[in-house]
């Protein structure tokens, strides 16, 4: 049993264009764009913090207590 010619893989893809729409293709393509390069982001700096990503403080900034009834007021302390 031989592989698919040419012809076939032209069949294949212009049923595809034609139940899906080059609009709806373009935006699929763009998608999958977007993620490889994402994912390749992540991969090559997965340990390092990105230049232009700003660090977080260390402590944490505390507001006004909440007057309501259900606000549940907690301290959260780092293991040691």
């Known amino acids: 049993m031989g592989g698919f010619s040419i012809w076939h ?11 899906f729409g080059t ?8 998608d ?3 993620a490889v390069k994402g994912f ?4 090559k700096g997965g340990s390092e913090t990105p230049e232009n990503t700003p660090v977080p ?13 259900n606000t549940v007021d ?3 302390k780092t293991k040691s």
């Open 40 to 43: 390749k982001d992540g991969v």
């Open 74 to 76: 907690v301290e959260a």
């Open 57 to 69: 403080p260390s402590q944490q900034v505390t507001s006004n207590k909440a007057s309501d009834a």
């Open 9 to 19: 893989w032209l069949i294949v893809l212009l049923v595809v264009v034609l139940i």
């Open 23 to 30: 609009k709806k293709l373009k935006n699929v393509g763009s």
């Open 32 to 34: 999958l764009g977007a």
